[in-house]
């Protein structure tokens, strides 16, 4: 990780995968899902609509609306996506123009990441694809469990249309 003057963190994978080489010209404007425990709205470091952002969102889970994040993964997965840049805080995300058009689909709630039905999370992705979007993210942990042993894996896809 790089620390500028201003205290914003450039973390190393923003450098491994060149974003600070693309134009603002060529990232603004996209459509990005993010599957995961939510967004934290009122994140000093993330999109809004007062950046020039459109940030709508949908949850799968009683009780725990969309832009809140009592976990903190989906927030931390928003950031590498789209911290801004240029505000002098926390780190620079890969789209940091602050123009991006996010969807966020909660699938997990409360804290500790939570748990879905597989047919909760099946219907959560068809929702990206029906708002047909450039880039659509879902990380998540998953432990399967069985009468004499356990299996645990991190399983992180994305797909870019």
Known sequence: MTQSATNEVTPYGINSVNALAVSDANVSNRKVCIVDSGYDINHDDLPKSSTGSSVTGSSYTTGDPWNQDSDGHGTHVAGTICALGGNGKGVVGVNRNGKLNLHIVRVFGGGSGGWIWSSGLVSAVSQTVAF????????????????????????????VY
Not at 132 to 137: D, E, G, L, R, Y
Not at 139 to 152: A, G, I, Y
């Open 132 to 159: 047909v979007f450039h880039s659509f993210i879902m990380s998540l942990n998953v432990v399967l469990s069985f009468p004499r042993c356990m299996f645990k894996c991190d399983m992180k896809w994305s797909t």
